[in-house]
């Protein structure tokens, strides 16, 4: 079994009544390689989360964004609500993870869940911590468990979302970032300037044709403006004299 603890955030009352942004992350960890979901049939399917805080009271809102994870990675997760840790509401780090794998056996039989440890024993003062089966773990990566970290951190400040929306958005924007790699912002710029400089080029290059092609018009426009007397003149008049002198 495999098993992460990802972070321990304290925060005052100030700060999470600020609003998203003032202490969640500012940025979320790309994904920056490509994952394949769990076969279908790799998961024994369970219960989706235990409220021991009676926080939740929309359950099919909750579940949505839980489900929406299952069904794009193939890793069914279980997020647990507790405000204490076998009594305790001030435990160690080896007291929480010892508490998770043992949930984690207790809950599931097979390799396939994540199971999400939320504990919070008073208002804004927060653990969380996650343990993946030896399948999930093929999909929920490191690089992924901190993507679904950052989002529960940064959405935990956002004062509009209700306890199960900000579980099942979590989930949610997880799932969908974890799934696909992660394309870098300046792409799209480079790609925009790249085509406005072949634009200019090419407008560049239509202009200079142009110039070219009204300059010999304006010569052919002045040669066939000229009298036709003018044409050959001097040539005209040295034969002409020529021709008086031999006489």
Avoid: C
């Avoid at 840790?85 to 929480?96: A, K, Q, V």
């Avoid at 690089?143 to 949610?172: H, V, W």
């Avoid at 970032?177 to 239509?206: D, H, N």
């Amino acid at each position: 079994m495999f098993m992460f603890v990802i972070f321990t955030l304290i925060s005052s009352l100030g700060n999470f009544m600020g609003g998203g942004g003032n202490g969640g992350p500012t940025s979320i960890t790309s994904s920056t390689v490509e994952r394949e979901p769990l076969p279908a049939g790799a998961v024994t399917e369970t219960e989706y989360y235990t409220d021991e805080l009676g926080w939740i009271g929309n359950h099919t809102q909750m579940v949505d964004g839980l489900r929406h994870f299952y069904n794009e990675t193939g890793v069914q997760p279980h997020v647990h609500i507790t405000g204490d840790i076998n009594g305790s509401t001030d435990p160690s780090m080896d007291e929480l993870q010892a508490y998770a794998n043992d949930l984690y056996e207790e809950l599931f039989t097979d390799e396939a869940h994540l199971l999400l440890v939320f504990f919070e024993p008073e208002p804004n003062e927060y653990m969380t911590y996650y343990v993946t089966g030896s399948q999930a773990r093929s999909v929920i990566d490191t690089e992924a468990g901190d993507i679904l970290m950052d989002y529960l951190d940064r959405n935990y400040y956002d004062p509009d979302l209700t306890d199960e929306q900000y579980f099942s958005n979590s989930f949610k924007e997880a799932a969908d970032r974890i799934m696909e790699v992660t394309t870098s912002p300046w792409i799209p710029v480079l790609s925009i300037f790249g085509v406005l400089a072949a634009l200019y080029i090419l407008f560049k290059w239509w202009k200079t044709k142009q110039a070219s092609k009204e300059r010999e018009a304006k010569r052919t426009e002045d040669m066939l403006s000229r009298p036709i007397e003018k044409f050959g003149s001097s040539k005209a008049d040295e034969l002409a004299k020529k021709y008086d002198e031999d006489k």
